[in-house]
């Protein structure tokens, strides 16, 4: 082996990203574990997605529709957009990668609030630009922190909304006063992955803000509540200027045919989401409300998942009780990388999985 000097070197920022590292799926030792780390959902996927993947076996030898045309269509009549607008992404991860490295690179800055999903910094790093976080305010993104980070290195600010791991969102008159308060040459891209959970009226994904403004992009996914997470499918609603630059820049058959037709199934089956928003309305509140009465910290949340505080105290913080819920076998989400060592992320699973973790907790917290 050559010494390290005179290998290929990556570029500057490449070494400094702390590689993303996702949900744990199994436990040693135990063949079924209750897996709530991921923010998956609790229903899984819809029965149609399920027949029209296995029904895309038989052309598995053509290459995929380039622009997924069809799939755009149908999110164009759902959610009363302009499909030519609408550009899909393997995951919505992709389309965070594309505008990164499209709009911002060496000498430039992208904003995110603190506690923001670990995505924003690692497409920074990787677009050779540096990363701002601007502090929260009781885990909650703070308009004014992050208006007054911006400069005019600054290219993008992304915005959570709900924001993960929190669960915390603004209002769609604070996010309004985000975008008016930005220079024209700032992106805002309203990240809104969990969207589909959301029944607050005071809510907005931003779709109204990219369907007037050049500066302004809205994002959406099929991971959470349509259950498709293994498919990598995620979706953004831009000006044509942006949808211009992502296909440029995304590769030419980037969501593959199965998941294009899964996920063009499941955008059909109104009646399942609807299951699995009603799921969620029952048992986040419930699981909150068990954990609280026990003494435990629950940070308001309006997505699928919930963060759970622990006390500051060997045998009874945030590790120890990861440890315990790991013995009874169930995986929840340590996330200190964060910047939260002292809570743990917690999906809502199904009644049986919410329960069994109130019971390991409540073990946990009476020993």
């Known amino acids: 082996m050559s010494a390290p000097e005179s290998r290929p070197q990556p570029r500057p920022g490449i070494m400094k990203i702390a590689a993303y590292v996702g949900g744990e799926g199994?436990?040693?030792?135990?063949?079924?574990?209750?897996?709530l780390a991921a923010n998956e959902s609790a229903l899984g996927p819809s029965p149609k997605a399920v027949a029209a993947y296995e029904a895309a076996k038989d052309s598995l030898h053509r290459y995929a529709e380039g622009g997924a045309s069809a799939l755009r269509e149908a999110l164009g009549a759902q959610h009363g957009l302009d499909p030519d607008r609408i550009v899909v992404g393997n995951g919505s991860d992709e389309i965070i990668g594309l505008l990164a490295r499209a709009y911002a690179g060496p000498d430039d800055e992208v904003l995110f609030s603190r506690h923001g999903f670990a995505m924003y910094p690692i497409a920074t790093l990787a677009a050779g630009a540096t990363p701002v976080m601007a502090p929260e305010q009781d885990y909650r993104a703070d308009i004014d922190a992050m208006l007054d980070a911006v400069t005019e290195r600054t290219k993008i600010l992304f915005l959570a909304n709900p924001n993960n791991p929190t669960g915390s969102y603004v209002t769609a008159e604070e996010v309004r006063r985000l975008?008016?308060?930005?220079?024209?040459?700032?992106?805002?891209?309203?990240?809104?992955?969990?969207?589909?959970?959301?029944?607050?009226?005071?809510?907005?994904?931003?779709?109204?803000?990219?369907?007037?403004?050049?500066n302004a992009v809205t994002m959406r996914t099929f991971s959470k509540i349509?259950?498709?997470?293994?498919?990598?499918?995620g979706w953004c609603y831009a000006a044509p200027a942006v949808c211009d630059v992502l296909h440029r820049t995304r590769g030419p058959f980037n969501v593959n045919a199965a998941a294009q037709a899964a996920a063009l199934a499941a955008l059909d089956d109104v009646a399942h989401i609807d299951r699995a928003r009603a799921h969620n309305d029952i048992w986040l509140p419930w699981f909150a409300e068990q954990l609280e009465r026990f003494g435990l910290t629950v940070l308001p949340s309006i997505g699928n998942f919930v963060l759970v505080g622990f006390p500051a105290e060997d045998g009874r913080d945030a590790a120890a009780a990861e440890a315990?819920?790991?013995?009874?076998?169930?995986?929840?989400?340590?996330?200190?990388?964060?910047?939260?060592p002292e809570f743990l992320r917690i999906t809502i699973g199904l009644e049986s999985e919410m329960r069994a973790a109130v019971a390991s907790l409540r073990s946990f917290v009476g020993r």
Do not use: C, F, W
């Open 226 to 233: 349509y259950g498709l997470a293994a498919l990598r499918v």
């Open 179 to 214: 975008h008016a308060g930005l220079p024209p040459h700032v992106l805002l891209v309203v990240d809104a992955a969990y969207a589909e959970y959301v029944t607050r009226n005071d809510y907005t994904d931003g779709q109204d803000l990219a369907q007037k403004h050049d």
């Open 26 to 35: 199994s436990l040693p030792g135990i063949a079924d574990p209750i897996r």
């Open 324 to 340: 315990h819920l790991r013995k009874d076998g169930i995986i929840p989400r340590p996330v200190a990388g964060y910047g939260l």
